[in-house]
């Protein structure tokens, strides 16, 4: 009975470290595919500025991501999803009113690749500590019903394919 319970420990234990390994093994492919080898973007939690007479050190305040969709009329009434990047501060003032950039992606491509591998959360948080641009919302649609379909952006010919109208009126309102 004993050899049986030891049998049977050493094969969970083993089964435990496979699966453990597996796991990782997935997790660093995963990483490695967004960063392409490179650390995951942070922004640091201070910068040093040039003022007049010496320098200073600024804190970097973070911006939020929030996820969402849209659901568009010109879209046949389909949800897009989309990501709004709130500048530092929004949650404290927004009665404030700020500048609006859209960034629409290629293809392939999603509004994820701007946050993940094109480091624009941390690039950008800097750049408002250092006040090298104006607090802002960035608004990332997803553009496309499907991973496989490229739409350009532009109004197709079928009904409820209208991306271009979807941008400028749907989103921009």
């Given at each position: 009975?004993?050899?049986v319970l030891?049998?049977?420990s050493a094969a969970l ?7 453990a ?6 997790r660093y492919?995963v990483?490695y595919?967004l960063?392409?080898?490179f ?13 007049p007479g ?5 804190r970097?305040?973070?911006a939020?991501v929030?996820e ?6 010109a879209?046949?009434?389909?949800a897009?999803?989309?990501?709004v990047v709130l500048p530092?501060?929004?949650v ?8 609006v950039l859209?960034l629409l992606?290629?293809?392939p ?6 946050l993940?591998?094109?480091?624009l959360l941390p690039?950008?948080?800097v750049?408002?500590?250092?006040r090298?641009v104006q607090p ?5 649609p ?11 952006w ?10 271009e109208t ?6 921009v309102?």
């Amino acid at each position: 009975m004993s050899k049986v319970l030891t049998r049977l420990s050493a094969a969970l234990l083993g089964l435990a470290l496979v699966a453990a390994g597996i796991a990782g093994a997935v997790r660093y492919g995963v990483t490695y595919w967004l960063y392409r080898g490179f650390p995951a973007p942070a922004a640091p939690a201070t910068v040093v500025i040039v003022v007049p007479g010496g320098t200073r050190t600024v804190r970097v305040v973070p911006a939020t991501v929030v996820e969402t969709s849209l659901r568009s009329p010109a879209l046949g009434g389909w949800a897009d999803p989309l990501y709004v990047v709130l500048p530092p501060g929004y949650v404290e003032h927004p009665w404030l009113r700020y500048p609006v950039l859209y960034l629409l992606h290629g293809n392939p491509g999603e509004p994820l690749n701007f946050l993940d591998a094109g480091d624009l959360l941390p690039v950008y948080e800097v750049l408002v500590a250092t006040r090298r641009v104006q607090p802002m919302i960035i608004v990332m649609p997803s553009g496309s019903k499907s991973f496989f379909t490229d739409e350009e952006w532009a109004n197709g010919v079928q009904p409820g394919n209208a991306w271009e109208t979807f941008v400028a009126s749907d989103l921009v309102e």
